[in-house]
Each structure stands twice: as structure tokens, then as C-alpha cells.
């Protein structure tokens, strides 16, 4: 079993920037890709970030693209850098893991999720 315990959201200005960060535990992360996606009150979970397990490829939604990088420093620790925040990114984020997965943008293909921290942008 894979838990995943996000940290780093709170409330910010339209303009400013957040880093997330999303620790595992129970096993090492080094063979399981990543990915965050995030819910706005109402909506459905959509995809945000993701990171292949070799570290070799990511992916954005186009919405974040340019603003947004998604990153891993150890086995255990990802990170997403968001710059240039907008209201439109206020939202639960939840950082996800896929064993062996490459940079995938589909919920279902997610084996592991932490339960979220909330980031919200003021205008």
C-alpha cells in the first residue's frame, strides 16, 4: 500500500504562486508515475499535471500550461510549482501514483490517492 499526503495549499492572490507537495509513504515511489488533478465545487476531478515513473516525460493541461511544473526529487517526494495563479484554479488538488505508468492524464488509471488540500485564488 502506497499513502499519499498532500501539503502546500492555502489562499493566494490572482498572480501569485503555490508549491505543492505530495509525500508518499508505505513504499517508494521510484516505480510509480505521478499526476495531480484537482476539483472545483460542482465540477468533476480533471487532470492537471502528471510525471512518468523514470522522471523522462510530463504532461499539462493545456489550461496550465506555461504556469505550472510538476517535479520529483526522491523516491518519495512530487511537487507542483504553480505560478501566475487565476481563480479559475481554486480547486481541491490531489497528487495521485500509477505504478510503472508514463506521464498519464486519466484518473483511471491511478492506483494511489492522498485526500486533497485546498487552494484557493482570489481575484
Known amino acids: 500500500q502506497v499513502q499519499l499526503v498532500e501539503s502546500g495549499g492555502g489562499v493566494v492572490q490572482a498572480g501569485g504562486s503555490l508549491r505543492l507537495s505530495c509525500e508518499a509513504s508505505g513504499r517508494t515511489l521510484s516505480r510509480y508515475g505521478m499526476g495531480w488533478f484537482r476539483q472545483a465545487p460542482g465540477k468533476e476531478r480533471e487532470f492537471v499535471a502528471a510525471i512518468s515513473w523514470r522522471s523522462d516525460s510530463t504532461d499539462y493541461a493545456d489550461s496550465v500550461k506555461g504556469r505550472f511544473s510538476i517535479s520529483r526529487d526522491n523516491a518519495n517526494t512530487g511537487y507542483l510549482q504553480m505560478n501566475s495563479l487565476k481563480p479559475e484554479d481554486t480547486g481541491v488538488y490531489y497528487c495521485?501514483?500509477?505504478?510503472?505508468?508514463?506521464?498519464?492524464?486519466?484518473?483511471?488509471?491511478?492506483?494511489?490517492w492522498g485526500r486533497g488540500t485546498q487552494v484557493t485564488v482570489s481575484s
Open positions: 495521485a501514483a500509477a505504478r510503472y505508468s508514463g506521464s498519464d492524464a486519466h484518473t483511471s488509471s491511478y492506483d494511489y
